[in-house]
């Protein structure tokens, strides 16, 4: 990936961080409740939040921070977005699933429904949703190829950029062709022709 978008990195146009996940002990640590996991997902945000953010911040004086990930990492670009729209106005989400139910069952308190795209942003409203309709911008892609349909990609990414649409939150859906698949050489593409333009 960082290959892909080599040219701005060696530009100057952009500085890329990459964050490793904490989702083996969060969101697909088996012997925990859905809830359990998001409140594991919990302690990641803040670390996050109160730990990367201020390194990146002091480390690049940036005055955005944008986010990307790929698959689950679409899914974690698009909750933090959503969630810390003053922080990461922009989120470019590859091949994801937008609903953590897919994860896994048992009880789901507020912990999963606060981090669950699929449950808050129908719920939007209020003076809220106007700020946020006015600072957070998200770009979905997927592909139609080899995996997008087994992973449930392509569906939910469909149904995301609906339930945005219907919000009323800025957002682009951006379909890939039939030998586009839930995979590398196609994440590379697509995050090397979008990228540039938000530069």
């Known amino acids: 990936m960082i290959d892909a978008i080599g040219g701005p990195i060696e530009a ?8 490793d996940s904490f989702d083996s002990g969060s969101w697909y640590h088996e012997g925990l409740s859905l809830e359990e996991r998001a409140q594991m997902h919990g302690r990641y945000e803040d670390w996050i939040l109160n730990q990367v953010v201020p390194f ?11 986010v990307t990930g790929v698959s689950f990492g679409a899914y974690h670009a ?12 922009l989120a470019i989400c590859q091949s994801g699933v937008y609903d953590v139910s897919v994860v896994g069952g048992g009880e789901r308190g507020d912990a999963v429904y606060f981090n669950n795209p699929a449950d808050y942003v129908q719920h939007l409203g209020g003076d809220h949703l106007d700020w946020l309709r006015g600072q957070v911008n998200l770009l979905l892609i997927a592909g139609q190829g080899q995996w997008e349909d087994t992973t449930g990609a392509l569906e939910s990414t469909q149904r995301f950029a609906g339930l945005l649409g219907e919000k009323g939150i800025r957002h682009e859906l ?5 030998d586009s698949p839930h995979d590398w050489p196609a994440w590379r593409a697509q995050i090397a022709h979008h990228l540039p333009r938000f530069l």
């Open 56 to 66: 990146i911040q002091a480390d690049s004086n940036a005055a955005e921070i944008f």
């Open 12 to 19: 100057g146009r952009v500085k890329v961080y990459a964050v």
């Open 174 to 178: 951006d379909l890939w062709g039939h």
């Open 78 to 89: 698009a909750n933090f977005a959503l969630r810390h729209a003053h922080v990461f106005p």
